[in-house]
Antibody, heavy 128, light 112 residues
Framework: EVQLAESGGGLVQPGGSLRLSCAAS?????????????MSWVRQAPGKGLEWVSA????????YYADSVKGRFTISRDNSRYSVYLQMNSLTVEDTAVYYC????????????????WGQGVLVTVSS | DIVMTQSPLSLPVTPGEPASISCKSN???????????LDWYLQKPGQSPQLLIF???SRASGVPDRFSGSGSGTDFTLKISRVEAADVGVYYC?????????FGQGTKLEIK
């Protein structure tokens, strides 16, 4: 069974940076199997709802961002390591949240749907 | 951006009774080849979200058939035929039609 594990969260001062990692396990075939799935980061501020943050295609050649993080966050992946990353720069207090890594249920060459697997989440706190 | 609006935001339900949540989008979620890119997720207390329904009406693996999704275009509904105590949590709809993907505000289901 596929499992996702986030890491890299913590306390950072406004204006600081953090790099989140998401390690996937359970892909029994090869990195190719992992590379067929787009991945996303979704966050949840304390006591608030879910907010999609960023997505990356299976091969990593296409990336997408919410307006709230565009220009500050960078998503990347290393399929040989079954991993996805989120580099977060110029952090503000509004970025305080639990960050979830999520894997698509299905992806074809043209479309994806469903977030089938989610990690347990990692807390990022931006405070002075 | 596509705006998702859920109602109600709070839903007290007696065990064994049905429940229904509405989700409306301000743009059509219908895309070729005829799929509605609308998901439903349940976030139980203290847990990560879990996928219930994808493409508007397809149940995810392991989801009881008490849960059903319907609708097309801009109007969608999640129905629970008989609510159980294990169904407590916050339900979110999410559009996957285009980025930025957007979620509804969430509907908190509680047991009466």
């Amino acid at each position: 069974e596929v499992q996702l594990a986030e890491s890299g969260g913590g306390l950072v001062q406004p204006g600081g940076s953090l790099r989140l990692s998401c390690a996937a396990s359970g892909f029994t075939f090869s990195p190719y199997a992992f590379s067929t799935y787009a991945m996303s980061w979704v966050r949840q501020a304390p006591g608030k709802g879910l907010e999609w943050v960023s997505a990356i295609s299976g091969e990593g050649d296409s990336t997408y961002y919410a307006d709230s993080v565009k220009g500050r966050f960078t998503i990347s992946r290393d399929n040989s390591r079954y991993s996805v990353y989120l580099q977060m720069n110029s952090l503000t207090v509004e970025d305080t949240a639990v960050y979830y890594c999520a894997k698509r249920l299905y992806c074809s060459s043209t479309t994806c749907y469903g977030f089938e697997h989610w990690g347990q989440g990692v807390l990022v706190t931006v405070s002075s | 951006d596509i705006v998702m609006t859920q109602s109600p935001l709070s839903l007290p339900v007696t065990p064994g009774e049905p429940a229904s949540i509405s989700c409306k989008s301000n743009q059509s979620l219908l895309h070729s080849p005829g799929y509605n890119y609308l998901d439903w997720y349940l976030q139980k207390p203290g847990q990560s979200p879990q996928l219930l329904i994808f493409l508007g009406s397809s149940r995810a693996s392991g989801v009881p058939d008490r849960f059903s999704g319907s609708g097309s275009g801009t109007d969608f509904t999640l129905k629970i035929s008989r609510v159980e105590a294990a169904d407590v949590g916050v339900y979110y709809c999410m559009q996957g039609r285009q980025t930025p993907y957007t979620f509804g505000q969430g509907t908190k289901l509680e047991i009466k």
